[in-house]
């Protein structure tokens, strides 16, 4: 097969999207074991090339990048106006793997793509108006266009089903893994004093003023780190000296935090799967979540699981995690051992050829 994979999140900063389309992109490679083509192909930004390029180093992909003023826009006229097709660009295809930002018209082929999670539709207060408006129109095309529709969870397979009315047949699920960065050997970091990592870009779906709130019935010496970018709407409270804002950090320093945390804390009322959960139990940290069932195949039985807007049952969660470090440490790293790359990208391919074959 020759596999259009568009890559076009990955100019920005690998947050988890990002990470899902590397990562997938990856066990795409290694399932093929170099028997289909697979072209990463993305219309970007002026600067776009060059951090693709650095996403994507090592892997053994074709590279079609187009450097595009204003590439928003003319990705998304692009995909309303319905022309010209991919095929103009980039030649014959047996498949176009499509993601978050377009949805490119095609002559022939399977026609893929990867949802992540319905937040715009089912919690449109929790994005931004161009994130609802651009998702919402995806949404429809995947619904009316698409051959095979790959999810990251059981959880929004079923959403996707029942919200889109995508025919279950065409939902495949492919869970994510932690990158290789992230495990329990190697350095830890020392933050002066023991510490709860949180893990979050700084926006309202993230929930983290209950955390801050839990933080505080806890009392004590211990701190809170915050790791994560900048996000919009309102923001939690983080002016506390027993609070730290580290910011965006890289993967490798990420992990250092997870080794050196007491626990980790990922208190959001909504996600598409929560690989942040993976990465911590990866690393051996101890992990409390929501209870919202969206999180649920991230924990599996490996994480404390609390009620995420009421904070002091959040605070008894990560006392209960203090309290059994190393059986949840254990637990974690056996949970996250499971959650491999190559499976999504056999996932990937067993959908592709399910679609040929229709």
């Known amino acids: 097969m020759r596999i259009v994979f568009d890559v076009s999140p990955l100019s920005h900063p690998l947050l988890g999207i990002g990470n899902y389309i590397r990562g997938s992109l990856g066990g795409l490679v290694e399932a093929s074991a170099g028997q289909h083509e697979i ?8 600067n776009g090339p060059e ?24 990705r998304t006229g692009w995909s309303v ?34 949802i992540h999670d319905l937040v715009p539709l089912r919690h449109p207060e929790w994005v931004t108006p161009r994130t609802r408006a651009m998702h919402t129109r995806k949404y429809r095309n995947t619904a009316a266009t698409c051959d095979v529709v790959f999810v990251n969870s059981e959880y929004t397979g079923r959403d996707v089903v029942e919200t889109l009315g995508v025919p279950a047949h065409h939902v495949h699920v492919g869970h994510p893994a ?16 023991p510490y709860l990592l949180t893990v979050a870009t700084l926006e309202p779906r993230k929930n983290l003023q209950t955390l801050v709130d839990a933080h ?32 965006f950090v890289s993967d490798e320093e990420l992990a250092r935090l997870y080794r050196g945390a007491e626990a980790a804390v ?17 690393c051996g940290c101890p992990v409390v979540v929501s209870a919202h069932r969206s999180l649920d195949e ?3 039985d490996a994480a404390v699981r609390a009620d995420p807007d009421e904070p002091a049952a959040l605070a008894a969660a990560i006392e209960d995690a203090l309290g059994r470090r190393s059986e949840l440490a254990a637990k974690g790293l056996a949970h996250a051992s499971t959650f491999t790359w190559r499976a999504v990208g056999e996932t990937f391919l067993l959908g592709y050829a399910e679609a040929l074959g229709r």
Do not use: N
């Open 298 to 300: 991230a924990s599996g």
């Open 266 to 282: 990922y208190p959001s009322r909504f996600e598409g799967f929560g690989i942040p959960v993976l990465e911590a139990m990866a």
């Open 39 to 46: 072209v990463a192909f993305a219309p970007t930004s002026i």
């Open 81 to 114: 106006a319905g022309r010209p097709a991919a095929e103009r660009l980039l030649g014959a295809f047996d498949v176009l793997h499509f993601s978050d930002w377009m949805f490119p018209p095609q002559r022939a082929g399977v026609r893929a793509t990867t």
């Open 51 to 74: 951090r693709i390029r650095a996403a994507l180093a090592g892997l053994g992909v074709e590279l079609r990048t187009i450097r595009l003023p204003f590439s928003h826009a003319l």
């Open 178 to 193: 932690p990158k290789d960065a992230f495990r329990a050997e190697g350095s830890a970091a020392d933050l002066g004093a």
């Open 216 to 247: 505080r019935l806890l009392g004590g010496e211990l701190l809170l780190a915050v790791a994560g970018g900048e996000g919009w709407g309102d923001q939690p409270e983080l002016d506390d000296p027993r609070i730290r804002r580290l910011g």
